[in-house]
């Protein structure tokens, strides 16, 4: 079975621009997670989707948003970037949402860089 | 207000020995506790879980355990080896909410 796979792997953006970010999981997985780490920071839980919603959302502001499509492949954007959202972006995926007994497996990562 | 503590940003073990990574949690709701091992340029890797309702979980080399009255968990790892450098994060959760991560720790094994 393919991993997670996330496209683009880098990417250099200029401030106030958007980023698109797009995230495939694993054949069969529906539930589909973001995460931004920053150094220092560890992992920061963005949102979460299952079956094309929105089941969990991160402690983050509206300028970062995303969606899931019927294929299970989803998309995270960012609005008007900011230096400080210069991150790696990791996607996860699993069979089933948030749950106990069901590991999340990552992909690669992109890694975002706002100048 | 981190829910998910790991203490020591680096650690620095000697080939063959024993390797010990910390984690202090402040949620007593959580009731799922994992490790991931990251590797640069790569996302996370599963190692190794327990459920609250357990005090050690043993997989291979990889064993940990958790004291729910001291809201503390740890990974040894023994005999360390020099592939095993890399970041740990601990992660827990409580019920159906997404996984909240520590910060990580990084271990060097030094051949």
């Known amino acids: 079975k393919a991993g997670v796979t996330q496209t683009p792997r880098y990417l250099i953006k200029t401030r106030g621009q958007q980023v698109t970010l797009s995230c495939s999981p694993i054949?069969?997985?529906?539930?589909v997670s973001w995460y931004q780490q920053t150094p220092g920071q560890g992992l920061q839980f963005l949102f979460e989707?299952?079956?094309?919603?929105?089941?969990n959302k991160g402690n983050f502001p509206g300028r970062f948003s995303g969606r899931q499509f019927s294929n299970s492949r989803s998309e995270m954007n960012v609005s008007t970037l900011e230096l400080g959202d210069s991150a790696l972006y990791l996607c996860?995926?699993?069979?089933?949402?948030?749950?106990?007994?069901?590991?999340?497996?990552f992909g690669p990562g992109t890694r975002l860089t706002v100048t | 207000d981190q829910q998910v503590k790991q203490n020591s940003p680096s650690l620095s073990v000697q080939e063959g020995r024993i390797s010990i990574l910390n984690c202090d949690y402040t949620?007593?709701?959580?009731?799922?506790f994992l490790w991931y091992k990251k590797y640069p340029a790569e996302g996370p890797t599963f190692l190794i879980s327990?459920?609250?309702?357990?005090d050690k979980n043993e997989d291979g080399r990889f064993t940990v355990f958790l004291n729910k009255s001291a809201k503390h968990l740890s990974l040894h790892i023994v005999p360390s080896q020099p592939g095993d450098s890399a970041v740990y994060f601990c992660?827990?959760?409580?019920?159906?909410?997404?996984?909240?991560f520590g910060k990580g720790t990084r271990l060097s094994v030094i051949a």
């Open positions: 996860a995926s699993r069979s089933l949402p948030s749950g106990r007994g069901y590991e999340q497996y």
């Open positions: 054949s069969g997985h529906r539930s």
């Open positions: 989707y299952f079956s094309e919603t929105q089941r």
């Open positions: 949620n007593s709701m959580f009731d799922y």
């Open positions: 327990i459920s609250s309702i357990k």
């Open positions: 992660a827990a959760s409580e019920g159906n909410t997404p996984l909240v």
